[in-house]
């Protein structure tokens, strides 16, 4: 399974629409952490979440603009994605300039550039508490499945 692929390159070769597969870590929310219970996990809250955004509970990649869809490549894969064990993150990339190779994207796309942060960073800050990937993505599930009476 590819970490990330690209669904679109616009016409000026400007912009990519980046699709990524972020890993969800299985670490507590902060509601499992005042709760004391250890099920209460940041996949377990993704997979609710998408579970209630979706009655078919199915999850795909659209083509921007189009009605275009692309299936999960694997099994494996969209297992991953049900359980909440990835998240596929949606990130409009823009190139530093017109004038690049092919190759020269690929690797800006990898690795970022000064107007953009790259698909290695994402999934390193994915990880780490605050960044702006985390914010986006899992600071929305912290408090996923609090419950308590008073």
Request: charged share 25%; aromatic share 8%; hydrophobic share 35%.
């Amino acid at each position: 399974m590819a970490n990330y692929h690209i669904l679109e390159k616009a016409l000026d070769s400007r912009n990519a629409e980046v699709y990524l597969h972020l890993p969800i870590p299985a670490t507590q929310t902060t509601a499992g952490s005042a709760l004391s219970d250890a099920t209460l996990t940041y996949r377990r809250a993704l997979k609710e979440k998408l579970e209630k955004e979706s009655e078919s509970h199915t999850i795909i990649s659209i083509v921007p603009g189009t009605d275009v869809v692309i299936p999960p490549a694997t099994t494996s894969e969209m297992e991953d994605m049900q359980a909440g064990k990835l998240y596929e993150y949606h990130h409009s990339f823009r190139f530093s300039g017109l004038e690049l190779t092919n190759a020269q994207r690929r690797l800006e796309v990898r690795n970022g550039n000064d107007n953009e942060i790259g698909v290695i960073q994402m999934l390193t800050d994915i990880g780490t508490p605050g960044t702006d990937i985390w914010n986006e993505v899992l600071e929305p599930l912290e408090w996923w499945g609090y419950k308590e009476n008073v």
